[in-house]
Structures are given as structure tokens and as C-alpha cells.
């Protein structure tokens, strides 16, 4: 994966990334430039981190286990405006911001 997609743009922080699932079970992320519900393609994935256990586990106020820790980093690009950008997702470390309700 490139280095120049290691972090995402400020156009996917925020709260600006957002996405859906279809008549399937499969998510689709929205361009946080386009107007409307236009789909980012998914070019390409990374496994950043990967861990026998989770940390996070350990935390008293979570009760479901996770079967391994990990942090995967996936490269998004917007076939209509031509952006690029990059999004991490994991189960790793202290879940929260401010969409959180745990801890």
C-alpha cells in the first residue's frame, strides 16, 4: 500500500466518512465529497496490526471477547470526483469518540 495513504484526509475524520449496507450484507463507504450516495471503491487493504489477544478485552465494562486483536487499513477511491483516501478499521485500544456509548 502506498505510504502516502498511512493516515486518512480530514475528509474522512469528523464523522465525514459515512456508509451503508445494500440489500446484502456487504458495506459500501459514500465519498465524503460527492453529493448524494456516491459508492468509494475499495482498491486495496492492509493488515497494520494483528494480535493473539485483544487488550481491550481486559477492560471490566466490556463483556463480549474478541477473537484476536487487529487494525486493518483499507484505500478508497471515488470513481466519479477522483478522490483517494484511506480508512482504518479495528478492535484495538479504548473504543470511543464521540459516537461511543462504552466507557
Known sequence: MNEHFSHGSE???NGKLKGATDST???YFFCPKCQGSEILRLLDY???????????DECKEIKSKSAKGFTLQIKLKCEVCKHSDTVKISNMG???GDHSKIL
Not at 492492509?46 to 481491550?56: D, F, G, H, I, T
Request: aromatic share 16%; glycine share 0%.
Open 46 to 56: 492492509k493488515v497494520r496490526e494483528e494480535q493473539e489477544s485483544n487488550p481491550y
Open 11 to 13: 475528509s474522512v475524520k
Open 94 to 96: 479504548l473504543q470511543r
Open 25 to 27: 450484507d456487504y458495506f
